[in-house]
């Protein structure tokens, strides 16, 4: 199988993790001057270099509240833990146990690194989000649901060949009115994605995205425009172009439990009668994981 390339959907849950590892229980000190005391929220992460695309910061929903004694919580997902803060002299310094990290406020925005210097955190004050804008109506639902099919990758600047994956997708409605799609293949899972994309009505039946990412990637607003299904969802506009490599990519799907009668054998997706068709057999709802590991090995696409 394929090896995925850094994959950034598992840093933030181990950045959190870490947060947590180390929970602190000090004592308080003078009251703060600094105005920093308040709710904070992560905005951005830039890990070795690499900016992880904005979506999937969002998601990890790493919080930071500051009180005004030098000592507050952190929180994300369903873990908190407590921290000491200080502001002197224009440094940042944040403890939570044995980790510490120091940064600067800069336009308002707090910038926290690690001692190594090779993760940067920007977090900015919760009232200072804004929701995303636009809103899809009922137009669209005939894209909501769960989905299966296949992604490839073509036209490598590498040595990467032309390969086929098995994937599900899942289209949710969010809560401002929008569409979210989460799409992972074998090497992720529904918690994990390969990408995850909000998108909002264009047309009548075509919706366009406001952001999200694709294998690290991230996805622009009105940079990918989805035509309704018929029933078939085809999805051909991804010029992957992250972490030093370029390909282009290419995403197939039909609602989960179509039988492919009207697909040629050749353009199936590749293990579609080895784990797909028995489930769909048997009533079964689409899986979070495909199994990939009752399978054999990838073999080179017909």
Request: net charge negative; proline share 5%; charged share 25%.
């Amino acid at each position: 199988m394929l090896g995925r390339k850094n994959n950034g959907n598992r840093f933030l849950p181990f950045l959190i993790a870490l947060f947590f590892s180390f929970l602190v229980s000090g004592c308080g000190r003078a009251s703060d001057t600094s105005g920093l005391a308040g709710e904070w929220v992560l905005d951005a992460v830039n890990s070795g270099g690499i900016s992880l695309p904005d979506l999937l910061v969002s998601n990890n929903r790493l919080a930071l509240r500051l009180d005004a004694d030098g000592i507050g919580q952190i929180a994300g997902e369903n873990s908190e833990g407590r921290v000491k803060w200080s502001y002197d002299e224009g440094t940042f310094f944040l403890q939570t146990g044995s980790l510490f990290l120091t940064g600067t406020v800069e336009n308002g925005t707090i910038i926290l690194r690690t001692v190594d210097g090779e993760t940067e955190l920007r977090m900015i004050r919760r009232t200072e989000m804004s929701p995303e804008d636009g809103a899809v109506d009922t137009g669209c639902d005939a894209f909501l649901g769960e989905w299966y099919g296949w992604w490839k990758i073509e036209n490598s600047s590498g040595d990467m060949p032309v390969s086929w994956y098995d994937c599900c997708a899942a289209f949710t409605r969010t809560e401002d009115g929008n569409i979210r799609m989460s799409l992972w293949d074998e090497d992720g899972s529904r918690t994990q994605p390969l990408s995850e994309i909000v998108l909002t009505q264009e047309t009548g039946d075509r919706i366009t995205s406001l952001n999200g990412y694709f294998d690290l990637m991230e996805i622009h607003k009105g940079e990918l425009t989805l035509a309704k299904p018929d029933p078939a969802l085809l999805i051909s506009e991804i010029e992957h172009d992250a972490e030093g490599e370029h390909y282009s990519a290419t995403v197939y799907l039909r609602p989960w439990g179509d039988r492919w009668e009207e697909a040629p054998k050749n353009q199936r997706p590749f293990y579609y009668e080895d784990w797909y068709l028995p489930l769909v057999n048997s009533g079964a709802t689409m899986p979070d994981k495909i199994p990939w590991e009752t399978l054999e090995e990838r073999r080179v696409h017909p």
